[in-house]
Structures are given as C-alpha cells and as structure tokens.
Nanobody, 119 residues
Framework: QVQLVESGGGLVQTGGSLRLSCAASGRTFNRYVLGWFRQAPGKEREFVAAIRWSGGSTNYADSVKGRFTISRNHTQSTVLLQMNSLRPEDTAVYYC????????????WGQGTQVTVSS
C-alpha cells in the first residue's frame, strides 16, 4: 500500500520561503510520477508540480514556474517542493500525490499540509 506523508507547511510572510517534504513508502517508485497539488478555500484542487521518479523530468504550473522547484531524494524516498518568493495567493493545503507514469490520474494522495502566506 502506497503511503504519502507531507510535512513542512506553516505560516510565512510574503516573499518568504518554505520547503515541503513528502515521504513516500510502500512501493518501489521507479515507474511512478510524484506530484504536488494544492487547494485553496473555496477553490478546486490544482496542479502545482510533478517529477518522474526515474529520470527526474519535471513540469510545473505556470503560476509557480521560476519560484518553486520540485526534486526527489532516492535514498530517503522523499519528494521535496522548495517554494520561494511566496505570495498570498499561494495559501492553500498542499497535497502530495502519486501515479504510474503511463496513466494520467493520480491514485494515491497524502493527507495534506497547510501553507499560509501573510501579506
């Protein structure tokens, strides 16, 4: 059973930085894509960034390009989201998710971690 556990959320001022971590277990993830999504109050969940576990190719939502960086650590089996130049509109619950690379839907989700950016 795949388990994804997020950590690293918190309160930060506009322009600040946070690093989210997702501990992934229960599977060998060589055939998986790990992603980050977020959901703000009253809004739908939206894609933030993703990384293919094998090879490390990445993609980002336009709204975070140049500010956020996704990476993975094979040894610790974690996926990191470094968030810089944070804005109030980045405030949301951030979720880690996983899917097989050949499918489009994410089948596994973490419980989420709150990120709040104050103006």
């Amino acid at each position: 059973q795949v388990q994804l556990v997020e950590s690293g959320g918190g309160l930060v001022q506009t322009g600040g930085s946070l690093r989210l971590s997702c501990a992934a277990s229960g599977r060998t993830f060589n055939r998986y894509v790990l992603g980050w999504f977020r959901q703000a109050p009253g809004k739908e969940r939206e894609f933030v960034a993703a990384i293919r576990w094998s090879g490390g190719s990445t993609n980002y939502a336009d709204s975070v390009k140049g500010r956020f960086t996704i990476s993975r650590n094979h040894t610790q089996s974690t996926v990191l989201l470094q968030m810089n130049s944070l804005r109030p509109e980045d405030t949301a619950v951030y979720y880690c998710a996983a899917r097989l690379f050949m499918v489009t839907s994410y089948d596994y989700w973490g419980q989420g971690t709150q990120v709040t950016v104050s103006s």
